[in-house]
């Protein structure tokens, strides 16, 4: 017999219903990915930058310790006689300190003895001729460095670096285009996309103890308007 209100009842959802509510899970979980990533990119971000800044009071304790010069780097001494191991002294926890926690590589560097920081050879590599003798003023003191706070000393290291302590400092005085900055440093160390080197950006570790963070597209301008971001500045 048919029903006189000739109502129907249906139970469940139709399709176009249940296509609907996945679409909004979907995008639900999507915004909350994202979310997530972002957080977890800005704490690697200031974990670096507390990393980054141990190194730089770490530098300048040994710096009063040693006759005001800086520790050296692989290019002038022996792996076991650089900054990687003589710093050690100096940080509570070092082989954490030395690896950013947004470094891919972090885990294979802690083991070979390596670190994710690499120091500017402007200032740690002391300027010699082919005779091996002094060739003009050397940067490795704190007290020739003229403005300290413009002075980068340390960079994170690009993905191209080896996982090595003798792999522990940059090449600036090479750095004449955009592609031989990226091979010695990660500009875009912090961020959501790490396979674009002008996405994100990177903490910059100065004489004077502070850190920066700059965009990949700024130090891309920079270097490509003839700025050498590494170079040391000197008296007018």
């Not at 219903?17 to 690697?44: D, M, P, Q, R, Y």
């Not at 076991?80 to 926890?93: A, R, S």
């Not at 802690?110 to 940067?139: C, H, K, M, Q, W």
């Not at 950006?201 to 590494?230: C, P, Q």
């Amino acid at each position: 017999m048919q029903l006189s209100n000739r109502k129907k009842y249906r139970l469940g959802f139709t399709l176009v219903e249940l296509l609907v509510v996945i679409a909004i899970i979907l995008a639900l979980t999507s915004f909350a990915i994202i979310g997530i990533t972002k957080a977890k990119s800005k704490a690697n971000q200031a974990a670096c930058m507390n990393n980054m800044r141990q190194i730089g009071m770490a530098l300048q304790l040994y710096a009063n310790d040693n006759s005001g010069v800086y520790p050296l780097t692989s290019h002038s001494t022996s792996e076991d006689q650089t900054w990687v191991f003589l710093l050690e002294d100096y940080i509570k926890n070092f082989d954490e300190v030395r690896i950013c926690p947004a470094d891919p590589k972090g885990k294979e560097r802690r083991l070979a003895g390596g670190t994710s920081y690499i120091l500017n050879s402007f200032v740690f590599v002391p300027p010699v001729d082919a005779f091996g003798e002094p060739d003009g003023p050397a940067n490795n003191r704190p007290g020739n460095l003229y403005e300290p706070s413009r002075t980068i000393t340390t960079f994170c290291c690009s993905d191209n670096i080896g996982v090595r302590s003798g792999d522990d400092h940059t090449h600036s005085d090479r750095w004449s285009s955009w592609s031989s900055v990226c091979a010695d440093i990660a500009t875009n160390r912090h961020g959501t996309v790490k396979n674009d080197p002008l996405k994100g950006s990177s903490n910059y570790l100065f004489a004077d103890g502070h850190v920066e963070n700059w965009t990949a597209m700024e130090v891309k301008s920079r270097i490509e308007s003839g700025d050498n971001i590494a170079t040391v500045p000197v008296r007018p």
